[in-house]
């Protein structure tokens, strides 16, 4: 298991390699299909973004309401490749790890080997789970999204694969071979 703390720098990104089971910890940012666009029409219309995209991890999630107490409601990944239009641009800005489920298309991972970027995988299902790893959460921008509200998360030892490294070697890919027939 290897332990990262944001930043994530490119030296940390050149570190993990497809399949690297990691725990993250400190500040990520919560984006999804409507809070992408709403990214990507301030960054056409040359806007200041509500944070600052270098280096920092985006993790594709619209948690359920919070329970009487607790931080966060659940708050397990969505499906990566309603975002894939939108990463590229993101990517060039200087955003090093994106977290979610599903495969990302080809022009996703040439950008995320030209800007030295990771793919983490978030386990599906343990959305209770995933929830109590975040210590703080609040809502920075685009609040009228409701669970797609863009929110600054605080999280502890978060769990997560590495599903694409940043040389552009995808596990989904890798273990697929390992049960190939071969006639």
């Known amino acids: 298991m290897i332990k990262i703390e944001t930043p994530l720098t490119i030296d940390k990104v050149k570190c993990l390699k497809a399949g690297d089971e990691v725990l993250i910890t400190g500040t990520m940012y919560t984006l999804r299909d409507a809070g992408h666009m709403r990214v990507i029409e301030q960054i056409n219309k040359d806007e200041k973004l509500p944070f600052d995209m270098k280096n920092s991890i985006i993790y594709y999630v619209g948690p359920s309401p919070a329970k009487l107490g607790a931080v ?3 708050a397990g990944p969505t499906t990566s490749y309603r975002m894939d239009e939108f990463t590229p641009a993101l990517l060039e800005l200087g955003l090093k790890g994106m977290i ?4 990302r298309n080809k022009e996703v ?6 800007n030295t970027a990771v793919y983490f995988g978030a386990v599906g299902g343990a959305a209770a789970l995933l929830a109590s790893c975040i210590k703080s959460s ?7 999204l409701g669970p797609e509200a863009l929110r600054k998360l605080y999280v502890e030892d978060f769990p997560v694969i590495v599903v694409i490294d940043s ?15 071969v006639e």
């Open 100 to 103: 979610g489920k599903g495969a």
């Open 109 to 114: 991972i040439q950008s995320m080997v030209k």
């Open 72 to 74: 966060i409601g659940s």
């Open 167 to 181: 040389l552009g070697k995808n596990i989904y890919e890798i273990e697929k071979e390992k049960y190939k027939i």
């Open 138 to 144: 609040e809502i920075i921008a685009y609040e009228d």
